[in-house]
Structures are given as C-alpha cells and as structure tokens.
T-cell receptor, first 114, second 109 residues
Framework: DAMVIQNPRYQVTQFGKPVTLSCSQT?????MYWYQQKSSQAPKLLFH???????NEADTPDNFQSRRPNTSFCFLDIRSPGLGDAAMYLC?????????????FGSGTRLTVV | GEDVEQSLFLSVREGDSSVINCTYT??????LYWYKQEPGAGLQLLTY?????DMKQDQRLTVLLNKKDKHLSLRIADTQTGDSAIYFC?????????FGSGTRLSIRP
C-alpha cells in the first residue's frame, strides 16, 4: 500500500545532542511537510519541500533543519534539542499544494528529550 | 490572521450523535477539513468540503459549513466506541493546511 512511513516511532535523545527523524513516502507526492505537535495543541507547520524547493515557516527556530535528498525521503534534523522540543513530529505529503485532497500523514515520531 | 478554534472535549453516549464545532478566520480558505487522530497515530483525513458548498454527507458523517459565520461542524451519527479519538478541524490557507487544537471525543456506555 502506498503510504508515509516515519522512523523511529519513539526517539529519546539527550539535551543538546543532535537528532534526526526520517520520513519516506511511496506516493510519489511532490510536497513533503514537517509538523510539530505538542500535547493538546494544534499541529504546527515547521517547513515544507515542494520537490527540492525548501520553504521555512517564519517562526520555525533555527535549531530545526530539513533535508530532502530525493522524492521519497525527507529528514528533520534538530541540531541541539532542548526540553521544549519534546513533541510528536508528524510528516505529511500532498500531490500538490492548495488542493482539496488534503495531506497524507505518517504515524509520527514521539521525541523525548532527557 | 490564521486561527482555527474548537472546543477541547466532547462526551457523548454510545449510539447518540456527536456534533463537533469549529470556527476559522480566513474567509479565503477554499477547502475545510476534518481529520481524526487515534492514540499514538498520525492524522487521518475523514472528509473535506469545498467552500462553495454548505453541506456534505458521507455515510455517518455530515459536514455543515456556514461561510458567513466561518463556522464548520462535523456530525457523527450513531457514535460508536471506535469513534473515540481527537478530531481536528483545518482550513486551507495560503496553500497550507492550518489545524485547530483538536476536540477529544469520548464515548460513554
């Protein structure tokens, strides 16, 4: 089945130690998104790639970076995780932007910072 | 600005209808969505409505849109225990999807 896969499901990292979360898709969608979701809050868009074109949200901290080496994979790098970065990180894809079919989400990676 | 608001909790009896309400602020949103999130899972698209419609029905789900008041609702008929989840309202604003904080639906026997 075509899908969006996030690895790992759970990630524990130390305060200040760089961590990378990964997302892959078999849908061949042009757009890949990273959202941060904290408990009882709305998922917050961090950035997205349209093909190789990177688009950062204005309020995304510099501590968060992303890479998309090919159509299928997208990575979220947190350079120096702080306690406030503990959250669920959701990857999503869409064929195009602004279309009605919405996004396809992965199951998320829950990040714990110790 | 972009802001989607919904109440945090709703409790209904099994077999009753659930109605989850949402307000949004971007009048130029062309699509509005309802997503479902089960514990430990990602968001699953339940349904969406185009802004020139005022109602959409899909099996047990009915979406009502009042564009004048920027109000969106999701009605789930004959609510079952499997409907327990968090339901997110979302709007398509500036070609991006903006989510509300979610409504946690719990089902009483």
């Amino acid at each position: 089945d075509a899908m969006v896969i996030q690895n790992p499901r759970y990630q524990v990292t130390q305060f200040g130690k760089p961590v990378t979360l990964s997302c892959s898709q078999t849908l061949n969608h042009n757009v890949m998104y990273w959202y941060q979701q904290k408990s009882s809050q709305a998922p917050k868009l961090l950035f997205h790639y349209y093909d190789k074109d990177f688009n950062n949200e204005a309020d995304t901290p510099d501590n968060f970076q992303s890479r998309r080496p090919n159509t299928s994979f997208c990575f979220l790098d947190i350079r120096s995780p702080g306690l406030g970065d503990a959250a669920m990180y959701l990857c999503a894809t869409s064929r195009e932007m602004g279309q009605g079919e919405g996004y396809t989400f992965g199951s998320g990676t829950r990040l714990t910072v110790v | 600005g972009e802001d989607v608001e919904q109440s945090l909790f709703l409790s209904v009896r099994e077999g009753d209808s659930s109605v989850i309400n949402c307000t949004y602020t971007d009048s130029s949103s062309t699509y509005l969505y309802w997503y479902k999130q089960e514990p430990g899972a990602g968001l699953q698209l339940l349904t969406y409505i185009f802004s020139n419609m005022d109602m959409k029905q899909d099996q047990r789900l009915t979406v009502l849109l009042n564009k004048k008041d920027k109000h969106l609702s999701l009605r789930i008929a004959d609510t079952q225990t499997g409907d327990s989840a968090i339901y997110f309202c979302a709007e398509n604003s500036a070609s991006k999807i903006i989510f509300g904080s979610g409504t946690r639906l719990s089902i009483r026997p």
